[in-house]
Nanobody, 125 residues
């Protein structure tokens, strides 16, 4: 089992920045993929960015490329999402996830077995 807890969400003006954290505990070594997803009211869950737990390979979605940076600190069992140049359309509940194998596609939600509760990010115009 893997437990995931997000933090760092909040209210920010357009153009601002936020950094989300995802603290992982349990059998984290069993998951190859770590990722961030978001879901806005009335919309489907959307992939934001993923990272391999045992390498520095990252997979940002086109919608956030150049604005969001995903990273992880293995010593702290923590993953981060640095969000810059935020837009109102980035408003959503952001959730972190873990799972998959070396052969999994880290950009697909079906690759993930464990999910956090989510943290709200609201960007005002």
């Amino acid at each position: 089992q893997v437990q995931l807890v997000e933090s760092g969400g909040g209210l920010v003006q357009a153009g601002g920045s936020l950094r989300l954290s995802c603290a992982a505990s349990g059998r984290t070594f069993s998951s190859s993929c770590m990722g961030w997803f978001r879901q806005a009211p009335g919309k489907e869950r959307e992939f934001v960015a993923g990272i391999r737990w045992n390498s520095r390979t990252t997979y940002p979605a086109d919608s956030v490329k150049g604005r969001f940076i995903i990273s992880r600190d293995n010593a702290k069992n923590t993953m981060y999402l640095q969000m810059n140049s935020l837009k109102p359309e980035d408003t959503a509940v952001y959730s972190c996830a873990a799972g998959g194998t070396l052969y999994s596609d880290c950009s697909r939600h079906i690759s993930y077995d464990y999910w956090g509760q989510g943290t709200q990010v609201t960007v005002s115009s």
